[in-house]
C-alpha cells in the first residue's frame, strides 16, 4: 500500500454541535481539511460545492433526514466517498438500514474511543485510496488490451513481444482480483468486528469460532469453496445481535429470561435478512440462520434436524457452542476445556450431528483443536513484504490489520508508533 494522497477534506455531520465541535478538535492535529453540516440537506450542499471530500462521517439519528437516507444519497452521488457512521446502538433496524442503503465502510458505537476513531478514519482514508489505484490499475490494463489486439492485426512479428506484454497484463489482473477478493475478506471480517467493539464475552469470539470452524470442515473433508463459506458464516454468525442491549449481549444464556430469550432467539433469522441483500453471501446467510439448529430437531429458528441442518451450520454449531461454554456466555460459569469436551461428547447424536463430533474429537485427540502459532514478530523487526499469517486484533477483539495483508513501510511505521505509544511491544504472526 502507498502513501495516501494529500490534501484530505472529512465532512462531519451532526445536529449536535457539541459532537461536532469534539470531532473538530479530535481531527485538528492531523491536518486534514474539516468540514462540519448540522443536517443531512446541509451536508449534501457542502458535498455539491466541495470536490473530492474523502471522508463523511454521519451521525445516525437527526431530525428530517437521518443518516441511513443521507448515507444512501452520498453513495448515490458520491459514491468514491467513504462513509462512516456514529450510533448509539438505540436502534437496530435503523443501523441495519443504514448499512445496506448507504453501504457504509464502518460503524462506531457511541461514546467513541478516540485512538480508534482516528484509526477509523485512516483506514478510511487508506481504503479509498486503495479503490481508486484498483481502478486506475484496471482502466490501465483495459486499454493496453485494446491497443494490443489493434497491433496484432497488422504486425504479426511483434507475436513474442506482445505475448510477453499480454503475460505482464494477466499478471496486473491477477493482482488486481487477488486485491478485491482480499478486500472482501477483510470487509466481511470488519462487518463481524462491529460486534465485537462492544467488548464484554463477545470480544474475539467470532474469530475463535471461525477458525475452529474451518478445521471442522477441513477435517470432514469438506472443498476449499465449502471451508471458505464455512469461515465466513463463523465470523458473521452473531451479527444480528448488533442492536442487543448490553445487559441482555453480556448474560449468559442460561440466566435469561422468557422475554430476553425470546428476543434472543431472533437474532439468527436478523442476521440472515442482514446478510441475504450480498449475493455473495446467499450460501452463507443460510449456515448462519441454522447455526441453532440441534440434531434431534429441538433447535430454532426452525426446527430442522438430522441431514436437513445444512453441513456449515452443524459445524458452526459446535464450534460456537464450545467458545461459549469456555468463555463464560452459555452458562453462568465457565468450563475448562475438557469440561468442554466432555459435554460435547456426551451430546452427540442428538444436540450435534455423530459426523461433527467424530472429527472435533479427531482435532482434540490430535492436539490441533486449542493450537494456535505462537511465534510473533516484535513490531521493532518488521520489514516491508512481510505478511500477516493471520489477523491481528486488539485485545477487545477490533480488527487492525486482515490475514494476507502485505506490510509496507507507511504501516509499519504505524505499527511502531503505537507500540512507542502503549509503552509496549506488539508482537505481530508474520512470514516472509
Known amino acids: 500500500m502507498t502513501d495516501t494522497p494529500t490534501p484530505i477534506t472529512l465532512l462531519l455531520v451532526d445536529d449536535e454541535p457539541s459532537i461536532l465541535s469534539a470531532l473538530r478538535r479530535l481531527l485538528r492535529p492531523t491536518g486534514h481539511t474539516v468540514l462540519t453540516a448540522t443536517s443531512g440537506a446541509e451536508g449534501l450542499e457542502l458535498l455539491a460545492a466541495t470536490p473530492d471530500v474523502a471522508v463523511v462521517v454521519s451521525d445516525m439519528r437527526m431530525p428530517g433526514m437521518d443518516g441511513a437516507q443521507f448515507l444512501e444519497q452520498v453513495r448515490t452521488r458520491w459514491p468514491d466517498t467513504m462513509r462512516l ?23 462506531i458505537a457511541k461514546p467513541w474511543d478516540d485512538h480508534e476513531l482516528l484509526l477509523v478514519i485512516r483506514q478510511a482514508i487508506e481504503q479509498r485510496h486503495l479503490q481508486r ?33 499480454l503475460a505482464q497484463l494477466n499478471d496486473f489482473l491477477n493482482l488486481a482480483n487477488a486485491q478485491l477478493r482480499q478486500q472482501f475478506l477483510t470487509t466481511v471480517k470488519m462487518f463481524s468486528s462491529l460486534l465485537e467493539m462492544r467488548g464484554g464475552g463477545v470480544a474475539g ?66 442476521s440472515e435478512n442482514a446478510l441475504l441483500p450480498l449475493h455473495e453471501l446467499k450460501d452463507v446467510a443460510h449456515m448462519v440462520r441454522s447455526h441453532h439448529e440441534r440434531h434431534d430437531g429441538r433447535g430454532f429458528p426452525d426446527g430442522l434436524a438430522g441431514e436437513d441442518i445444512p453441513l456449515g451450520s452443524r459445524v458452526i454449531a459446535l464450534a460456537n457452542d464450545f467458545d461459549g461454554l469456555v468463555s463464560g456466555t452459555h452458562a453462568e460459569r465457565a468450563c475448562s476445556p475438557e469440561q468442554a469436551r466432555l459435554q460435547i461428547k456426551q451430546a452427540r447424536g442428538h444436540h450435534y450431528h455423530p459426523d461433527v463430533v467424530d472429527a472435533f474429537l479427531i482435532l482434540w485427540d490430535r ?43 507507511p504501516i509499519i511505521a504505524r505499527l511502531q508508533a503505537m507500540t512507542r505509544h502503549d509503552g509496549t511491544e506488539l508482537g505481530l504472526p508474520v512470514r516472509n
Open 85 to 107: 457512521l456514529l450510533t448509539g446502538y438505540a436502534d437496530m433496524t435503523s443501523t441495519i438500514d443504514a448499512i445496506n442503503r448507504g453501504e457504509i465502510y464502518r460503524y
Open 133 to 165: 489505484e484498483n481502478r486506475r490499475l484496471l482502466a490501465l490494463t483495459q486499454t493496453q488490451n485494446a491497443e494490443l489486439q489493434t497491433l496484432n492485426a497488422g504486425l504479426a512479428q511483434t507475436v513474442e513481444a506482445r505475448t510477453s506484454e
Open 205 to 270: 469470539h467470532a474469530r475463535r469460532v471461525a477458525d475452529q470452524a474451518r478445521k471442522l470442515a477441513n477435517t470432514m473433508g469438506m472443498s476449499a469453496a465449502q471451508q471458505q463459506d464455512v469461515f465466513l458464516a463463523a465470523l458473521l454468525h452473531d451479527i444480528g445481535k448488533i442492536g442487543f442491549p448490553d445487559n441482555l449481549l453480556n448474560r449468559p444464556v442460561s440466566l435469561l429470561n422468557s422475554r430476553e430469550l425470546a428476543e434472543y432467539r431472533r437474532h439468527a433469522r436478523v
Open 367 to 409: 492436539g490441533e483443536w486449542l493450537a494456535q502459532d505462537t511465534h510473533l514478530t516484535p513490531a521493532s523487526k518488521l520489514t516491508p513484504g512481510m505478511v500477516l499469517a493471520r489477523d491481528f486484533v486488539t485485545e477487545q477483539g477490533t480488527l487492525l490489520l486482515a490475514a494476507e495483508q502485505r506490510l509496507t513501510a
